[in-house]
């Protein structure tokens, strides 16, 4: 198998060349020539291979990955159980498309999922290729069985860039400019915000609430769409007892309660899904990301009266839940059980949490310090103001990279550094990370 061949990428950052390097930037060249300039350009290192928390790039330099490619390799990278699952699978058939001939892999996620989702009732699952396209299903879903048709979305949300999530999504640049018409019979109402709104989550509730009934009429309202803790939007943690309310209100009225999990779920937070830290339930998750270390795939989990009232083939898709992307969930969802990585990522938390709030005692730029589990991040601002200070996030990024530190920005207005480490990051590794942030923030300041 594949993972016994000895990982030459060994466990420590190294910088030997300036970056992105000569191979890089070579590449990079060849990038722009043959490469839409309408992706975002990162960090233009090009990766060869990687372990753990480790990313080799092309010219030898070793980058300690602090983003887990936006909260996707949990497990680490290159997992030898991982590996050897997809290896596996990928020799015994690539593909037969599930909806024509299936496969146990399919059958045995959907379990893992009615397994791992909050509320003991009966649940089913529909699997898909990305994040986008399990919310787009979920919204299919609601619709169809409450026969409504308003969806609602908070401020700062991000359900993904197709037409219908997009719509969903908050923040117009990068994601949506120029790019409508959009779907309609989306209602935007706003987020418990608590370093920026300073309502409690019960009367923040009562505020997006009173907005819905007024503007919208619960009558209306097929699904009610929140990440329960917000990603990209700036990993904005509602106040306690906000997603309680919103979701006691949903029930109440007949609407869907749909958790978007795709960024804070499959132990991210500390728990298996970040619902499940105020008690939560919702109607229907979606899941991707994390969910399968790496390889596209993505579900849609919930009550089977939700999930089962539509009509054979109202769902589907060529690849969705393809057997070689199932054998890596099924891999990554053995791991962080056998490698205990949700309590994992509760220690992960602490050590960050208490870092960086040291670290807010000595500067003037860390406004605020926040999260759960290994999904925690700052959010800068100018000096004695609440004005969000994008240009130091663009400091410290590019400050981290130099460094060969992997960390990314997030944020409706670009000024929240996120950190998402691969649940297997060592202690040592995630205090150099540390020690680079911490380095890169005084600089800014
Ligand atoms: N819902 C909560 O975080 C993806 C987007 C990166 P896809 N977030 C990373 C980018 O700039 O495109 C995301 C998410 C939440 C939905 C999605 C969409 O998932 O797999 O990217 O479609």
């Not at 048709?149 to 700062?156: E, N, W």
């Not at 993505?298 to 690849?319: C, F, S, W």
């Not at 709030?357 to 290994?374: E, K, P, Y």
């Not at 700052?378 to 400091?395: C, F, Q, V």
Request: charged letters at 15%; one cysteine or more.
């Amino acid at each position: 198998m594949v993972s016994s061949i000895e990982s030459s990428v060994g466990t420590e950052r190294r910088v030997v060349t300036e970056l992105p390097g000569p191979k890089s930037q070579a590449l990079h060249a060849r990038r722009r020539a043959s490469v839409s300039h309408g992706l975002t350009q990162g960090f233009p290192v090009y990766i060869e291979r990687a372990d753990g928390a480790i990313l080799q790039d092309v010219d030898g330099n070793r980058l300690l990955d602090l983003g887990s490619g936006i909260a996707v390799t949990s497990v680490g990278h290159a997992v030898p159980a991982l590996v050897d699952a997809v290896s596996e699978a990928v020799a015994n058939f690539t593909h037969t498309c599930f909806m024509v001939t299936p496969y146990e892999g399919y059958v045995r996620v959907c379990e893992e999922l009615a397994a791992l989702t909050p509320g003991d009732f009966d649940k089913t699952s529909a699997l898909f290729n990305s994040g986008s396209e399990a919310v787009e299903n979920a919204v299919k879903i609601a619709r169809l069985a409450t026969g409504r048709s308003a969806i609602v979305v908070f401020d700062h949300a991000y359900h993904g860039r197709t037409n219908l999530t997009m719509a969903l999504t908050a923040k117009n640049m990068p994601y949506k400019d120029r790019f409508g018409p959009f779907a309609p019979e989306i209602y935007r109402v706003p987020m418990s915000y608590p370093f920026r709104d300073g309502l409690s989550g019960a009367d923040a509730a009562a505020q997006a609430i009173r907005i819905i009934e007024t503007q919208v009429g619960a009558e209306n309202v097929a699904a009610l769409i929140i990440e329960p803790i917000q990603g990209e939007g700036g990993f904005i943690v509602p106040a306690e007892g906000f997603l309680p309310a919103l979701s006691a209100w949903t029930t109440q009225k007949g609407v869907v309660f749909i958790a978007d999990e795709i960024q804070s779920g499959f132990g991210r937070t500390g728990d298996w899904f970040a619902v499940n830290h105020e008690g939560v339930i919702p109607d229907l998750v979606t899941t991707a990301k994390g969910l399968a270390g790496g390889m596209p795939l993505a579900g849609v989990t919930g009550r089977a009266d939700l999930m089962n009232a539509v009509h054979e083939g109202g769902l589907g898709g060529t690849y969705g839940g393809n057997p070689v992307a199932t054998a890596a969930a099924l891999a990554t969802i053995a791991t962080l059980r056998e490698q205990n990585l949700v309590a994992r990522a509760r220690e992960l938390g602490a050590t960050m949490l208490a870092a960086l709030r040291s670290l807010q005692q000595d500067v003037a730029i860390i406004g605020d310090v926040r999260g759960r589990g290994a999904m925690v991040a700052i959010e800068l601002i100018e000096p004695g103001t609440m004005n969000p200070n994008a240009s130091a996030a663009k400091a410290i990024v590019s400050y981290c990279n130099q460094q060969g530190v992997v960390a990314l920005s997030a944020g409706t207005y670009g000024n929240v550094i996120r950190l998402l480490p691969p649940l297997v990051i060592t202690d040592e590794q995630l205090a150099d990370g540390l020690a680079v942030l911490s380095a890169a923030v005084r600089s800014a300041s």
